[in-house]
């Protein structure tokens, strides 16, 4: 596999494609970014149990993401019988994209172990002789495990971007696909910056907008009304992103840059 080598822009131009994949048939895509957020929901509601099998699904979910992207692209309407087609009758497919989300899971857990280790004697602090919980204590002692654990998921990240893809399309042996995805992200490592960036700035305004909104005295409920729908757009536009950012750097009609 050749990942292509693409300029700054492309980043930006993945989310303006993500955009055009959503608005092509909103009502479905829309419908997927409220399922997989009931599944995020549910994975805090059954502790450990239901967390570690969302990261173990994660892969499989992207996968399914991705062929309905493509799915849309081709014109194709997407339906709730067709969601779960990439993967029926493709056993070897859900097996490896099971293990992959399996690996994806210990990577992140050997980078909290990794982020938090240094920094365990800073929780000695959090509770207090009265048994109360420090808030001022608890926030300086998280934020170093913080930021060295973003920089570690960035890492991870880059192993398993483009390797639900791999895998499901072009039936690369895991070890391989992780390689070529974190191979492909180094060479993209601009546009990526630009393209994080970017979903930066969009839920920061988010954010910002919910904080004025509040601000002017509109209830919590109103808010969540007001604010869901279009947080669940949002992120239905990101996860349709994906597969603009694949199909740059993997396609072979690519129109962003060469193979290399």
């Known amino acids: 596999m050749q990942a292509a080598i693409l300029p700054m822009k492309a980043g930006f131009e993945w989310i303006q494609q993500g955009w ?61 019988g067709n969601w779960f087609e990439p993967l029926k009758n493709r056993p070897e497919v859900r097996k490896e994209l099971l293990k992959l989300g399996g690996m994806y899971l210990v990577f992140c857990l050997v980078a909290a172990f990794i982020s938090t280790l ?55 042996q895991i070890t391989q696909a992780m390689f070529y995805s974190m191979v492909a992200c180094w060479r993209n490592k601009w546009p990526f910056l630009v393209y994080g960036a970017s979903w930066a700035a969009l839920f920061f305004v988010l954010y910002k907008l919910t904080s004025i909104l509040a601000g002017v005295g509109i209830s919590v409920g109103a808010l969540q009304f007001l604010l869901t729908p279009l947080n669940l757009v949002l992120v239905a536009v990101l996860y349709c992103s994906f597969y603009p950012a694949y199909l740059s750097v993997f396609g072979n009609n690519s129109r962003f840059g060469q193979s290399t």
Not at 48 to 57: K, S
Not at 119 to 137: L, M, P
Not at 141 to 160: D, E, K, Q, R, T
């Open 20 to 80: 055009k994949i959503f608005v092509s048939q909103p009502l479905p895509l829309f419908m997927w970014s409220m399922f997989i957020g009931i599944l995020i929901n549910l994975s805090y509601v059954f502790i450990i149990v239901g967390q570690v099998a969302l990261f173990i699904v994660t892969p499989m979910l992207t996968f399914l993401t991705l062929s309905a992207c493509k799915r849309v692209q081709q014109n194709q309407k997407l339906n709730i």
């Open 118 to 172: 240094p920094f365990i004697s800073g929780f000695d602090s959090v509770i207090t002789a009265d048994g109360e919980i420090n808030q001022a204590a608890l926030g300086a002692a998280i934020s170093g495990p913080m930021i060295v654990f973003g920089f570690l998921y960035v890492l991870v990240s880059a192993l398993f971007w483009h390797a639900p893809a791999l895998i499901g399309w072009h039936k690369i």
